[in-house]
Nanobody, 128 residues
């Protein structure tokens, strides 16, 4: 029943922007923290950003800090990732994911193992 569907990926030139969306259905969207992850060819999946239940707290990986912004609209059951000043190294498959663990000692908000539901992914390609 739980389903996460990403959209908004595409091909852009370096310096361009994209806005990814993720719609969560089949569950109470506002009851779970959410995250964005990406996976480049030949590399492991890595955390990009995490957002708290109400969107007050966000955690952004250093590699994209200052360029990417995570947000959510619980009324629309939608998670967003605004990506600006894109670089070729940002290329990869982007996934949204759900977690019941929203923070605390002994874990990382950008650790994929903390998330148990994943979307199908949306491809982002940045050309130089």
């Amino acid at each position: 029943q739980v389903q996460l569907v990403e959209s908004g990926g595409g091909s852009v030139q370096a310096g361009g922007s994209l806005r990814l969306s993720c719609v969560g259905t089949g569950y109470t969207f506002s009851s779970y923290c959410m995250g964005w992850f990406r996976q480049a060819p030949g590399k492991e999946r890595e955390g990009v950003a995490h957002i708290s239940l109400g969107g007050t707290y966000t955690y952004i990986d250093d590699s994209v800090k200052g360029r990417f912004t995570i947000s959510r609209d619980n009324a629309k059951n939608t998670l967003y990732l605004q990506m600006n000043s894109l670089k070729p190294e940002d290329t990869g498959m982007y996934y949204c994911a759900r977690t019941s663990w929203c923070g605390g000692s002994g874990g990382s908000r950008l650790d994929p193992s903390q998330y148990n539901y994943w979307g199908q992914g949306t491809q982002v390609t940045v050309s130089s």
